[in-house]
């Protein structure tokens, strides 16, 4: 059934939504969406960051495979 809608069919919906909502409440409802991917992308930029940082502070907490200590080298 939405196969079927094409250009002509979008424009109608769109003029309909214009018309029972009206211009403002339609910017107003696009800014906030706006906002929140904003918001989504800045919160996957910090969790990637937290993840990396925690893979960091984990490979400079183990100790090296390739030291050798004292009992290695007799």
Known sequence: ??????????LL???V???LFG????SSL???VGKGI???KKGV??????????????RDVSPDATETTDKDKS
């Open 17 to 19: 939504v214009l018309v």
């Open 45 to 58: 930029n910090d969790g990637t960051k937290e993840i990396e940082d925690a893979e960091i502070a984990a």
């Open 23 to 26: 211009r403002g409440k339609i």
């Open 1 to 10: 059934m939405l196969n079927n809608i094409g250009l002509p069919g979008l």
């Open 38 to 40: 904003t918001s989504f």
């Open 30 to 32: 696009m800014g906030e």
């Open 13 to 15: 919906i769109a003029v």
